[in-house]
């Protein structure tokens, strides 16, 4: 599929693919994928960050290549590696063999037959569909040194292998950086980015999600879901619930054939929508009635 023209038509695109995003959005993405240059996604877990890079990979018919960043992430990991296992079997059997070429064998063993490819040298490969979705996921649980190669790496879009020389991207993969904000991002990498901060939706537009992501929920249900988990997130929680437990809470309460929330329902499923013990214990007993009732009166006919 090739590139939208306009800002309507990347919210088109993303909405065929069950992800609902506002203007702003919407315009960042539509220059990011016009300039080429990559886009740095930052909010709370859950909002829809990693989302976005599926949907515009499916949206554009290319290939989601995905880097899971974590602490302790190198330059090695995330690029290439070379399968040692492979290249000690092809030296024992070189050796068995006798009379092996050295140089020719050095040669063949730091070929592209026993490289394993990373996310960051695959998506500096030529594909027929077009340039890969690139999603950098998490960044901020990388440390420093791995922002710095990254730096390199996403001004030029290529990569270095000592054995093989330089590989460079043919065409510039459609790069989404996420962040959770755990820690700060180093400016010189966002500098190279354009930057959208996603927030958690008002309440239309959590509803627009939900019906697009769970289409089946009653119109109903759906308002009341969504009506108390943005009640929820005004209280003082460890982790606030994202839209991602906002659309599987839904599921879990039509697994349960549920029509309408009640304190015990909500008791029965926190599991779905809270993630810590802590979070959880403050619901218990009238809290989640009074929180309920809170939501309901925000529904009411004024």
């Known amino acids: 599929m090739t590139q939208p023209n306009s800002i309507d038509a990347v919210q088109q695109m993303l909405g065929a693919q069950g992800y609902v995003c506002g203007r702003a959005l919407a ?126 790496a996403l001004s030029d879009f290529q990569v270095t292998i000592p054995e093989l020389g330089t590989v460079k991207a043919p065409e510039p993969p459609v790069v989404i950086v996420t962040s959770n904000r755990t820690r700060e991002v180093h400016d010189a990498l966002k500098r190279r980015c354009l930057y959208h901060w996603v927030d958690y939706p008002d309440f239309e537009r959590e509803i627009e999600i939900l019906h697009a992501r769970a289409p089946e929920a009653a119109d109903a249900l759906s308002r009341e879901v969504v009506a108390f988990v943005q009640r929820l997130r005004t209280e003082d929680l460890f982790k606030k619930p994202g ?24 008791g029965d499923t926190l599991g779905a929508i809270l993630k810590y013990q802590d979070d959880i214990q403050k619901l218990q007993g009238s809290e989640a009635k009074r929180i309920l009732d809170e939501a309901k009166a925000t529904l009411e006919p004024a």
């Not at 040669?107 to 394993?116: A, W």
């Not at 839209?243 to 909500?266: F, G, H, Q, R, Y």
């Open 243 to 266: 839209v991602a437990e906002t659309i599987d809470w839904a599921k879990c309460l039509l697994a349960l054939d549920v029509m309408n929330l009640s304190p015990e329902v909500i």
């Open 27 to 152: 315009t960042v993405v539509f220059l990011s994928l016009k300039l080429g240059r990559p886009l740095f996604l930052e909010g709370e877990a859950g909002v829809g960050k990693t989302e976005i890079a599926k949907a515009l990979a499916s949206g554009l018919n290319r290939r989601l290549i995905r880097l899971q960043c974590y602490e302790g992430l190198d330059a090695s990991s995330a690029v290439y590696e070379w399968n040692f296992p492979a290249q000690m079997v092809a030296i024992r059997t070189a050796e068995a063999s006798g009379g092996a070429d050295r140089g020719a064998l050095q040669s063949e063993l730091f070929s592209d037959e026993y490289l394993i490819e990373r996310p960051l040298l695959q998506a500096m490969r030529p594909d027929e569909h077009g340039a890969p979705v690139l999603l950098i996921d998490e960044l901020d649980r990388t440390d420093e040194p791995f922002e710095a190669f990254l730096l390199e």
